[in-house]
């Protein structure tokens, strides 16, 4: 219950839009033909001590997909995939990146969940995250934390 409390706290804060302001966001590619970026990236500042989420897209401007396979930070102990169907999130092992399409995580949708946080970031401060795809080579994002409550002016 207070996990679900926590995200709800989270989810709040809405999804990135693109005056997020990720950076190190260029493009990956693979022998696959997908052309991969981030944008709309953000941390809301975590009301836990030992979790917090993330929200960015990934957009894919090339002819095949690609899959999400993991997301590693030096911030938290793990960071999970999540989706969320109807009312309950549940956490993935992968998501795709369609050719030609984009690859949301948004507040209410798909996530991303930093647990076991080894020191709790504030507003202002940026965390590192290393995106890992089933065929393209990995993208670093450095995700800027938002306040708690931070809502963007245009959404995904």
Not at 27 to 48: H, N, T
Not at 56 to 79: F, M, W
Not at 129 to 152: D, M, R, W
């Amino acid at each position: 219950m207070a996990a679900g409390m926590v995200f709800g706290a989270l989810a709040l804060a809405g999804c990135g839009g693109p005056d997020s302001g990720a950076s190190g966001t260029s493009g990956a590619s693979g022998s696959s033909g997908a052309e991969l970026s981030v944008s709309s990236a953000y941390m809301p500042q975590p009301v836990s001590a030992s979790m917090a989420a993330g929200f960015l897209t990934i957009a894919n401007t090339g002819a095949a997909k690609d899959e999400l396979t993991s997301v590693t930070s030096d911030i938290a102990g793990s960071v999970t995939v999540h989706e969320t169907v109807g009312t309950s999130m549940q956490e993935v092992t992968s998501l795709d990146v369609p050719a030609h399409g984009r690859l949301v995580f948004e507040s209410g949708g798909n996530h991303l969940m930093f647990e076991k946080l080894k020191h709790r970031p504030t507003q202002g401060q940026k965390v590192a995250v290393v995106l890992h795809f089933a065929e393209s080579g990995p993208v670093t994002v450095e995700i800027p934390v938002k306040s708690a409550t931070y809502n963007p002016k245009t959404g995904h």
